[in-house]
């Protein structure tokens, strides 16, 4: 994929690994990151990247979502939430991530819901760099 013109650059910066830190560049953030147990760490209290991509990946879904529904005159609740949950395990080689958005769209009916977050799916930058390369489940709760 192309982009014809990019309308913003978000820059930060990694050391250590998962036991270093990270720093956005306009200092916004300055996190210290720590392994899970499960992956063989101390499980510090820092956060990890799969944390970091469940939120990431569930704010941009949620912007999707209102993106369709003002261009397509759909609704998204006020109370709408998403959770990410993003596993980490063995592949062919090296290692993988699966990637399940929990959304919540209280009052919508399942019909419009889906329709919504399908068209989402279709727009949301984070869909569109996983799509054919990580296993995305999207679950309306």
């Not at 994929?1 to 690994?17: K, P, R």
């Not at 209290?45 to 970091?52: A, D, R, S, V």
């Not at 929990?102 to 949301?124: K, Q, S, Y």
């Not at 869909?127 to 990580?134: F, L, Q």
């Amino acid at each position: 994929m192309s982009l014809q013109q990019i309308l913003y650059t978000a820059e930060a910066s990694a050391s250590g690994g998962r036991e270093g830190r990270i720093v956005a560049s306009d200092g916004r953030f300055d996190l210290a990151l720590s392994t899970p147990k499960e992956l063989g760490g101390g499980g510090g209290p820092g956060t990890n990247p799969e944390q970091l991509f469940a939120a990431g990946y569930s704010a941009c879904f949620l912007g999707a979502m209102k993106f369709v529904a003002q261009r397509d005159g759909l609704r998204v609740p006020d109370d709408a939430r998403i959770t990410g949950r993003v596993g980490i395990g063995p592949a062919s080689e090296g290692f993988g991530i699966a990637v399940e958005l929990r959304i919540e769209l209280p009052g919508l009916e399942a019909g419009a819901a889906r329709t919504l977050i399908e068209r989402a799916h279709r727009v949301c930058p984070y869909s569109n760099a996983t799509r054919g390369n990580v296993e995305v489940t999207l679950t309306l709760v």
